[in-house]
């Protein structure tokens, strides 16, 4: 016999036997419900003084049978019925309401959104205990409607034969048509992006624009973009709870497979708004992290990414099997002998920071002694550094003639590339290039990389290449001259480079050179770097007379 889900407590073994004959009843798959049904809910119903519920498939067989309170039912995990791409859950639901008069709840319209149930129905009750009424609803994707439901009026419970499997076919169809066609070549993951802060739109969208590229360079594809302001985030959603049913139906109607914050959520939002949904959530750090992990080349850069991996994993671990983290770190739950899993997984975490801890700090001394051997041959040291993306690899490409990776995307280039670079009189300097800046990088990766960037320290002249060509670089370099100014490097003479000059007009770039005491380039063309060449030799030249 299957089992009842909900509150039994206090109510008799025979009546509690009679209930779960529900299980055995047969609904027409053209009805909402067998009128049978109806009423046998109905009596049982009165008699206990709670609500009932029954999860019907589309053949018309019961899957659930749920015993609620007085005023709502709580249906048990759905999680064995996968929706499908452009595709319903498959259940209806069907419950008692014990008022005659009672339509469907807002708790009602949130499962039917949340749980993409194909129908959410309500059948009132009479003084007599007789099934009177029946109101249902379903959700519907006409974006001229001011809501994502229809709500039926109450309805005659003779009333049912209404062509149940024609209607829910119409709803899968309109969800079809909404749905985007993968193109070919494209990635299967489909993004919806969120920002939820106090902002202005304009910063809102800026900021989106950012977390869009770096989905992009993660193969994800964005089919959404929203903004809610918000001067106080919600603890458990950081958007608001009607915010998150909208959501649930916007990833059905656009095959979205994961969103992604672009703010930092906790580990408990993270849990709450994966388990409402049933999608996979991330936030902006997360997602920062899985393109450093697959930029990684070199035995240090893959070290860095999986501590800063790690250390954002250990405080998210947690307890329940079916959730966004079980998802992320590959399966959390259940008890061992001795200990939790959950435990063991944390211990495991914890071992494996300070291994990898320990093996950074050996690549640390390493990079300590390369210093400690270019400082005594008195070679100078320029770093390039700039935000993601500006042209930095490109510019040590042109500059030392060599092929380091150089790509349109962000962190193109994660691991730190040194070359050498010849000036006129025979003067020999490093040029290295390291990993780009961005706003906001997580602080996990600014732990991880701390062997990198210390690789500035020793560096004699700072060269940040900007995109001129980008609305959003004056600030980019705020954010470069912020994290500068973090890692204690300010005393460390800078040059402003402007890349992309040919993008942009004459006017603006001849301000902009006045405003940032910069040089305008093309990376790409070495003709156009001659005043950088003078510029940089020049520098180099009052750094030895003051040595």
């Not at 920062?288 to 998210?316: H, M, N, W």
């Not at 025979?426 to 210390?454: H, S, Y």
């Not at 700072?462 to 060509?469: G, K, M």
């Amino acid at each position: 016999m299957k089992k009842i889900f909900g509150r039994t407590e206090g109510i008799r073994g025979s009546i509690l036997k009679e209930i779960e004959s529900l299980y055995y009843e047969k609904t027409s798959p053209e009805l909402i419900i067998s009128f049978e049904t109806a009423e046998k809910m109905a009596f049982f119903s009165k008699l206990i003084k709670r609500q009932i519920g029954v999860l019907i498939d589309r053949r018309g067989n019961i899957e659930t049978v749920i015993i609620g309170t007085n005023q709502q039912i709580m249906i048990p995990d759905l999680s064995s019925y996968r929706a499908s791409s452009g595709r319903l859950k498959g259940l209806r639901c069907v419950h008692t309401h014990l008022k005659p008069d009672e339509g469907l709840s807002s708790d009602d319209l949130s499962d039917l959104a949340l749980l993409r149930l194909d129908l959410i129905c309500a059948i009132t009750i009479n003084a007599e205990g007789n099934p009177e009424g029946i109101f249902y609803a379903h959700l519907i994707f006409d974006e001229k409607s001011k809501t994502p439901y229809y709500t039926s009026e109450k309805k005659e419970i003779y009333d049912l034969n209404n062509n149940c499997l024609e209607l829910i076919s119409s709803i899968e169809e309109e969800i079809s048509k909404k749905t985007p066609i993968s193109k070919k070549g494209k990635s299967s993951e489909k993004a919806i992006l969120i920002n939820a802060s106090d902002q202005s739109k304009y910063e809102a969208e800026n900021s989106l624009d950012e977390l869009e590229e770096l989905a992009k360079t993660a193969g994800v594809e964005t089919v959404e973009r929203i903004f809610q302001s918000r001067k106080k985030p919600d603890p458990k959603f950081l958007i608001g709870k009607g915010k998150i049913n909208e959501l649930s139906i916007t990833a059905l109607s656009k095959d979205a497979s994961i969103i992604i914050f672009d703010q930092e959520l906790s580990p408990s939002q993270i849990n709450s708004i994966s388990q409402t949904l049933d999608i996979k959530v991330i936030d902006r750090t997360q997602l920062i992290l899985d393109i450093f992990a697959s930029r990684a080349k070199t035995r240090e850069g893959k070290l860095q990414v999986a501590l800063a991996q790690q250390k954002y994993l250990l405080p998210r671990l947690i307890m329940q099997q079916n959730t966004a983290f079980s998802r992320l770190a590959g399966g959390i739950g259940g008890r061992g002998p001795g200990e939790t899993k959950l435990e063991t997984d944390r211990r495991r975490a914890r071992e494996q920071i300070n291994r990898l801890e320990k093996e950074l700090k050996k690549v640390q001394q390493t990079r300590e002694k390369q210093r400690a051997k270019r400082e005594k041959n008195n070679i100078p040291v320029i770093s390039i550094i700039g935000y993601t993306n500006a042209g930095k690899s490109t510019l040590l490409n042109t500059l030392t003639q060599s092929e380091v990776i150089s790509e349109n995307k962000l962190f193109a280039t994660l691991d730190p590339t040194s070359r050498r670079l010849r000036f006129p009189r025979e003067r020999e300097v490093i040029i290295t290039d390291t990993v780009g800046f961005i706003r906001d990088l997580p602080k996990d990766l600014k732990t991880a990389f701390k062997a990198t960037l210390e690789e500035l320290e020793s560096a004699d002249i700072l060269l940040h290449v900007a995109d001129i060509s980008n609305p959003l670089m004056e600030n980019q370099i705020e954010a470069v001259n912020n994290i500068v100014s973090e890692l204690k490097l300010s005393h460390i003479p800078m040059i402003m480079a402007l890349n992309k000059a040919d993008l942009v007009e004459s006017e603006t770039i001849e301000v902009l050179e006045k405003k940032y005491n910069a040089v305008s380039i093309i990376a790409k063309k070495r003709p156009s770097l001659e005043n950088l060449y003078n510029i940089l030799d020049k520098k180099l030249d009052d750094i030895s007379e003051l040595l």
